[in-house]
């Protein structure tokens, strides 16, 4: 994963983008109708993106000033104030999401190169605040799926897909309850992946998307292809 935030901040900007024409779409049926997250509507999802936003605003903040400012104030309270916002009419929801949006354009335009490279707390502990982008972006998109509004996996940019792979991947060769696997990218001339011990491991072969949205549990696995012939190995849960 690079670390050069200037790489992703015009990508960020193009997500949000189509994410608020998406919001934008949806009425107030839409909005309480249950998204791809198990217990979450669609306005749990938006307000779930609004406050993301204003979390990592958090840690840019942070590294740019030197204060011990959290990405959130507790968990307890991140998830209050999803559950609190999630009913909200679809123009306040849409309002927030811009809002928020427009918070974090902001914070990003405001770092320093000394601020980016600054260490900042986040959800699960200390974090390189030159990764806060890809954070966003990440969000952006894997959520835009979970909407269930008719943006999909095969719809995330081709240069969204290699990182969230690798990512994805690299965590998963660090859990003892991942199965070992050799994924095999089809799409551009990239190398394969190893995930545990290869002996003995199942190849499973697909573009990047399919592989990253099978691995995050955005889809079963269709497209996909595995040597030996059977059946897909079970990933864990994505956290």
Known sequence: MTTDPLMFTGEVVDSAARLLDTAAGLDAAAVAAPSLLPGWSRGHVLTHLARNADGLVNLLTAARTGEDIPMYESVAARDADIAAGAGRPPAELLADLRRSTDRFAEAVAAMTASAWSATVQARRGPWPAALVPWARWRELEVHHVDLAAGYRPADWPAAFTPHLLHEVAGGLAERP???????????????ELV?????????????????????????SGDGLTVTP???????PEWI
Do not use: E
Not at 185 to 190: A, S, V
Not at 195 to 219: E, F, H, K, M, N
């Open 177 to 191: 309850d991942a199965p070992a696997l050799v994924l095999r990218p089809t799409d551009g001339n990239r190398p």
């Open 195 to 219: 995930v545990r011990d290869t002996q003995d491991a199942p190849q499973v072969a697909g573009s990047c998307a399919a592989l990253a949205a099978w691995l995050i549990g955005r889809s």
């Open 229 to 235: 012939d059977g059946a897909l190995p079970t990933p």
